[in-house]
């Protein structure tokens, strides 16, 4: 785990936003020089919700700050966001059907943000662990990056990792479950062959069913 980088002087930042589920737009100035401003921090909490729930909290103005930190070095004006606040709920719903979803994710404390840019992603990526301001997971399939202002570390989560992945915990699961999971049929093709994307979704929707039914 590597030592935070000290933080960046206070100056007047300015963001543009676009949050991907719900369509809303969010442009302005939401730090000045005595620092986050009140108003427009709850302005980004409520453009930053929980998509799922409609629920609402504060964001990190620090992650705000390495985010526009990360758009500034890149030369990019415009930042989708896919996820920020998510409720615990939320997140175990997740976790259920998404593979690489944290149990104590950043996201439930305002403090993540999953990412996509117009253009320079992965630049941006590259930029944002020079940085050393907080966690950096890169999705290079799904074409997002993970900011968040928690301890400094980086991870990377590609295609042909989480097939391999995948297949290891099939063979756990399988392995240690004798009863009913047993009987799953987990969708994958040859080893040789990377899964596809809708194998891929199957599976982890198998594989939880399978962890659901060795559990009971």
Do not use: C
């Amino acid at each position: 785990m590597g030592a935070r980088a000290a933080p960046s002087p206070l100056v007047s930042r300015r963001v543009r936003l676009v949050n991907a589920h719900t369509g809303e737009t969010f442009e302005g100035t939401y730090r000045n020089d005595n620092g986050p401003i009140p108003t427009v921090m709850d302005e980004l909490a409520v453009f930053m919700r929980d998509h799922h729930s409609g629920a609402t909290h504060p964001i990190d103005p620090a992650d705000i700050d390495f985010l526009a930190a990360v758009m500034d070095a890149v030369g990019q004006r415009e930042a989708t966001i896919l996820s920020a606040y998510r409720t615990p709920e939320t997140n175990a719903m997740l976790a259920r059907t998404t593979f690489g979803v944290a149990d104590n994710s950043q996201h439930l404390y305002g403090r993540a943000l999953d990412i996509t840019l117009p253009a320079r992603l992965e630049e941006a990526m590259n930029a944002a662990r020079a940085m050393q301001r907080g966690g950096v997971g890169w999705y290079p399939h799904s074409h997002f990056i993970h900011l968040d202002s928690g301890p400094v570390r980086n991870w990377t989560l590609d295609g042909s990792g989480l097939d391999r992945l995948l297949l290891e915990l099939r063979r756990f699961i399988l392995g240690n479950a004798p009863g009913p999971s047993a009987k799953i049929a987990l969708p994958i093709g040859p080893a040789r062959h990377p899964l596809t994307v809708r194998q891929r979704l199957s599976m982890q929707r198998a594989l939880a069913k399978a962890e659901f039914l060795a559990r009971r």
